[in-house]
């Protein structure tokens, strides 16, 4: 039986535990460094030391020298409580799901990945710089020492001969800031202090706002201000030493290009609400609607839907995929799930949550969704782009005969079976574009998605769009049978109508049968709508 008297003595792996181990990927550190300068300015608006768009976050790299530096202008720590803070591990006066970081440890993690990591801090009024020094160097041979030479050591002992504290004048008692430095980082960790890599980090997992540029930025501000759910930004900026530090966003753009089909954009933002038992919001999200041709090229940074909680992302870019029954689900999608119920707790790494009861709720609900309505979403997105393709495959083949027939040049009868053959498909498919744009859809509440009918007359309301901007240029009338004692054939998609320019010149715009169709089922009375379309194609097509 252990005499609860006794000592635990507590081994030097636990650094190792806490810092190389904690994290796969290096740059998640500054993760950890700027959620707890986050935390900081929170505290110094709340205190009135800042306004509340006063606060900023300043990451500074030299790649010359292998040093990062992360400054904060927050509360800082007052000289009598800086080593107590600091010297302590898995001890923190943060609340846990009120802060974004709570655990005590984040600001040990650059220990494993630089020669010295350095905490220089002052508080308001005082007229003392405090500092807290880490070594390293020294921590990891003692570390190999305790693993492989057998050398005894506790996590006092390592701690004692490592970590030394100074102070130093400071010239103006009103500053107030926090400072990280790490320097000499390990050439093996060489993206630490590559300003690409890092500023690619930060853009989607730091707590910044969206890119000038992201047209949907205000509309989802205004929804989560609606839901009582403001998003927290923080000001952030990555710069080399000595120049212009450039602030951070989230690099959201409307365009993006698919894996196999071409370029598409964002053309709106949808919303979903996840709410447990008793009515109270644990999630929301946006995603934004496009064509849904294809999946989103890998290169693409901001593809799938990501998880944050405080506006911090949870994860990389996969980790919400396995609740999508397909890989790829995962990736017709760009969009933002925000957590918000406090007992959704990050694990240690930040790659998820904890196992819990919440956990097991916010799962089944988010994989309900996302196997239904947006699996629905992308794969009707997906065929509605095959019936257009079919369509254009016909406009297309149409084209070509009618140039080859103006040029002189003879059509063959095979070429005049596959035009039929190809017409006829084009038909079917717009007809059944018809119909799913025919389909009732029920009035939105302001609070729920839109539902996936909605959204799928909207991929195909852009289509119709766009072709209509961009017709293909087919004048049909013109064109003539392979066998000239046979009826001219006409085109299935297009029809020519004379039109008199500002020049009093005729030319032909061309129009889409189907757009004609509309009109005509949007003004005449059921039955004549479509005794008029079938003498339309009767006669045209």
């Given at each position: 039986?252990?005499?609860?008297?006794d000592n635990?003595?507590?081994?030097?792996?636990?650094?190792e535990?806490?810092?190389?181990?904690?994290y796969k990927d290096p740059?998640?550190i500054?993760?950890?460094?700027?959620?707890?300068?986050c935390d900081?300015?929170?505290?110094?608006?709340?205190?009135?030391?800042?306004?509340s768009?006063?606060?900023?976050?300043?990451?500074?790299i030299d790649?010359?020298?292998h040093?990062v530096?992360?400054?904060?202008?927050?509360?800082?720590i007052?000289?009598?409580?800086f080593?107590q803070?600091?010297?302590s591990i898995?001890?923190s006066?943060?609340?846990l799901?009120?802060?974004k970081?709570f655990r005590?440890i984040g600001?040990?993690?650059g220990?494993?990945?630089?020669e010295?990591?350095?905490?220089?801090?002052?508080?308001?009024?005082?007229d003392?710089e405090?500092?807290m020094?880490?070594?390293?160097?020294?921590?990891?041979?003692m570390m190999?020492?305790h693993n492989l030479d057998?050398?005894s050591?506790?996590l006092?002992?390592?701690?004692?001969?490592?970590?030394?504290?100074?102070t130093k004048k400071?010239?103006?008692k009103?500053?107030h800031?926090?400072?990280?430095?790490l320097?000499g980082i390990?050439?093996?960790?060489?993206k630490?202090?590559?300003?690409q890599?890092?500023k690619?980090?930060?853009?989607?997992?730091?707590?910044?706002?969206y890119a000038?540029?992201f047209?949907?930025?205000?509309?989802?501000h205004?929804y989560?201000?609606s839901?009582?759910?403001?998003?927290?930004?923080y000001k952030?900026?990555v710069g080399?030493?000595?120049?212009?530090?450039?602030?951070v966003s989230?690099?959201y753009?409307?365009?993006?290009?698919?894996?196999?089909?071409g370029?598409?954009?964002?053309?709106?933002v949808?919303?979903?609400?996840?709410?447990?038992?008793?009515?109270?919001?644990?999630a929301?999200?946006?995603?934004?609607l496009?064509d849904?041709?294809?999946?989103i090229?890998?290169e693409?940074?901001?593809r799938?839907i990501?998880?944050?909680t405080q506006?911090?992302?949870?994860?990389n870019d996969?980790a919400?995929?396995?609740?999508?029954?397909?890989?790829r689900?995962?990736?017709?999608?760009?969009g933002?799930?925000f957590?918000?119920?406090?007992d959704l707790?990050?694990?240690?790494q930040?790659?998820?949550?904890?196992?819990?009861e919440?956990?097991?709720?916010f799962?089944q609900?988010?994989?309900?969704?996302f196997?239904?309505?947006l699996?629905?979403?992308?794969?009707?997105?997906?065929?509605?782009?095959s019936?257009?393709?079919?369509?254009?495959?016909?406009?297309s083949?149409?084209a070509?005969l009618?140039?080859?027939?103006?040029s002189?040049?003879t059509?063959?009868?095979?070429e005049h079976?596959r035009?039929?053959q190809?017409?006829k498909e084009?038909?079917n498919?717009?007809s059944?574009l018809?119909?799913?744009?025919?389909?009732n859809v029920?009035?939105?509440d302001?609070?729920?998605?839109?539902?996936v009918?909605?959204?799928?007359?909207?991929?195909?309301?852009?289509?119709?769009?766009k072709?209509a901007?961009?017709?293909?240029?087919?004048v049909?009338?013109?064109i003539?049978?392979?066998?000239?004692?046979?009826?001219?054939?006409?085109?299935?998609?297009?029809?020519?109508?004379?039109t008199?320019?500002?020049?009093?010149?005729?030319s032909e715009?061309?129009?889409?049968?189907?757009?004609?169709?509309?009109?005509?089922?949007?003004?005449?009375?059921?039955?004549t709508?479509?005794?008029?379309?079938?003498k339309?194609?009767e006669e045209l097509?």
């Amino acid at each position: 039986m252990i005499n609860m008297q006794d000592n635990v003595t507590v081994g030097v792996n636990i650094l190792e535990t806490l810092t190389t181990a904690m994290y796969k990927d290096p740059l998640v550190i500054f993760r950890e460094y700027i959620q707890n300068a986050c935390d900081q300015i929170d505290e110094a608006v709340k205190n009135g030391l800042l306004a509340s768009n006063e606060g900023q976050v300043e990451l500074w790299i030299d790649d010359e020298q292998h040093l990062v530096s992360i400054e904060d202008n927050a509360t800082g720590i007052p000289a009598k409580s800086f080593r107590q803070t600091l010297y302590s591990i898995g001890e923190s006066a943060k609340t846990l799901g009120e802060t974004k970081g709570f655990r005590g440890i984040g600001h040990w993690c650059g220990l494993a990945y630089c020669e010295t990591l350095m905490f220089v801090s002052k508080a308001k009024g005082e007229d003392i710089e405090s500092i807290m020094t880490c070594d390293g160097m020294t921590l990891r041979q003692m570390m190999t020492e305790h693993n492989l030479d057998k050398v005894s050591y506790t996590l006092d002992e390592v701690m004692a001969k490592t970590v030394t504290f100074s102070t130093k004048k400071a010239n103006d008692k009103d500053n107030h800031y926090f400072k990280v430095r790490l320097i000499g980082i390990n050439e093996d960790h060489k993206k630490l202090y590559t300003l690409q890599d890092v500023k690619d980090y930060l853009s989607f997992v730091a707590p910044v706002g969206y890119a000038a540029e992201f047209r949907f930025r205000s509309t989802i501000h205004d929804y989560a201000k609606s839901i009582n759910q403001p998003i927290q930004e923080y000001k952030i900026s990555v710069g080399v030493e000595g120049k212009t530090c450039e602030h951070v966003s989230k690099k959201y753009t409307k365009s993006f290009t698919t894996h196999s089909r071409g370029d598409d954009e964002i053309t709106d933002v949808a919303f979903q609400n996840f709410k447990d038992d008793k009515g109270n919001l644990i999630a929301w999200l946006w995603f934004g609607l496009c064509d849904f041709k294809a999946q989103i090229l890998k290169e693409n940074q901001m593809r799938g839907i990501r998880l944050r909680t405080q506006n911090i992302q949870i994860g990389n870019d996969d980790a919400l995929q396995k609740l999508f029954k397909e890989d790829r689900g995962q990736y017709y999608f760009v969009g933002e799930l925000f957590a918000i119920a406090k007992d959704l707790i990050p694990n240690a790494q930040r790659d998820y949550f904890n196992a819990n009861e919440a956990r097991s709720r916010f799962e089944q609900l988010v994989t309900n969704f996302f196997n239904e309505d947006l699996s629905a979403i992308y794969k009707e997105g997906s065929k509605i782009n095959s019936k257009y393709k079919k369509i254009e495959s016909a406009g297309s083949l149409e084209a070509k005969l009618y140039s080859d027939m103006s040029s002189g040049k003879t059509v063959s009868e095979e070429e005049h079976k596959r035009l039929k053959q190809i017409k006829k498909e084009a038909k079917n498919a717009q007809s059944e574009l018809d119909k799913i744009r025919a389909r009732n859809v029920t009035k939105l509440d302001s609070n729920q998605v839109k539902k996936v009918d909605n959204i799928v007359k909207k991929i195909i309301d852009n289509n119709e769009k766009k072709r209509a901007n961009q017709p293909l240029q087919i004048v049909v009338s013109n064109i003539v049978s392979v066998d000239e004692k046979n009826t001219p054939e006409t085109s299935l998609s297009r029809v020519a109508v004379p039109t008199t320019t500002a020049q009093n010149d005729t030319s032909e715009k061309l129009v889409p049968v189907s757009r004609i169709c509309r009109i005509i089922r949007e003004l005449a009375e059921s039955s004549t709508a479509e005794a008029i379309i079938a003498k339309i194609e009767e006669e045209l097509l």
